[in-house]
């Protein structure tokens, strides 16, 4: 650490976690040390997920549940248990309210379609609301869409303020007698802001409406617990969290998961099936239709124990100390403007930012040159976008392996592309 950075409190030892990471000693450009700054995209994978999945792919490769063979049953042990180990991540009540999906975005069409088929007192209908924000990733806007042009649902939503906030000031007109659903983002993917979670839900709960949180961005950088939450939903993603892609998962509370109708019918959520019905089987299982990502969940399963060997509370600190660096040091480039907080209380480790009249794109090139990987667009947040009048952004995104070198290094970058386009 160079004297620069003495001031930093609470950082890991990113020298031996990088250790794990096979791609961050990678060079590119001839011979550049690549500076990974996209981790609210995806994030790398230690080795430990690695020889996860390479293990069940070698010795234990089967389909579960059903097999009585020896590999069948290690490979339901192996899926099963990963359940558990995530079940214990977010202080789930019950390993039965955790289901599997391919990624959050699955996990929030499934809420979206479960209410939309479902009987009284869940069922969304023409008079019914739906209640979103304007800072919402398109996972969690569009499924709330479709669900309002199929049932005749009215779609409400908060606005955002100047420096990048919910505006909660008409909370009582959003969130009203009428509203079955309110979902919203517990940390913005675009603005890296950290919602207000108890006051959403406790509107929520005075008019009898579900709560559905998309903690993409909150699962991989602290701690989240869904009793502490009080939630009916929690929905996120594994490759995000040092998981691979192709897994997600949803939380949600057991008496709603019995309650409420599948998604997806096939193979694995049946308890009986003729040619004239069928009955399904208890939660999880009725919302895993088919054969699931097995080899996904085993490697999520070994992300989970690799964050919580480091803890998430140190994760969390370590992640506020850079992203309170980032900002100062952001903020010194003359022209760069952020898009959001601008200081590092109540806000995640994603920053995105303008710089002049530069396109992001550009941005983002001469960047790559220098060996630095930044996100440019406007990262599925397009409403964001257009609320602050610009047409993408810059998105330097931190996590448990970032070090205050790279943000030393994105800087002087910045300097290099203000200096690149004159």
Known sequence: MTSAHQGLTGL??????RKDFPLLDRTVHDGKKIVYLDSAATSQKPRQVLDALNAYYER??????????????????LYEGARDKVAAFINAPSRDEVIFTKNASESLNLVANMLGWADEPYRVDHETEIAITEMEHHSNIVPWQLLSQRTGAKLKWFGLTDDGRLDLSNIEEVITEKTKIVSFTLVSNLLGTVNPVETIIRRAQEVGALVCIDASQAAPHMVLDVQALQADFVAFTGHKMCGPTGIGVLWGR??????LPPFLGGGEMIETVSMHSSTYAPAPHKFEAGTPPIAQAVGLGAAVDYLSAIGMENIARHEHAITEYAVRR???VPSLRI??????????????FTL???HPHDVGQVLDEQGIAVRVGHHCARPVCLRYGIPATTRASFYLYSTPAEVDALVE????VRN???
């Open 356 to 358: 002049g009249d530069i």
């Open 413 to 416: 970058g910045l300097e290099h």
């Open 339 to 352: 898009i959001g907080p601008t200081t590092a209380e109540d806000r995640g480790a994603a920053i995105s």
């Open 420 to 422: 690149f386009f004159g």
């Open 330 to 332: 952001l903020q010194e």
């Open 60 to 77: 234990h490769n089967a389909n579960v549940h059903r097999g009585v063979y020896t590999v069948a049953e290690e490979a339901t042990a």
């Open 254 to 259: 057991q008496e709603l998961l019995e309650d």
């Open 12 to 17: 890991l030892d990113t020298e031996a976690i």
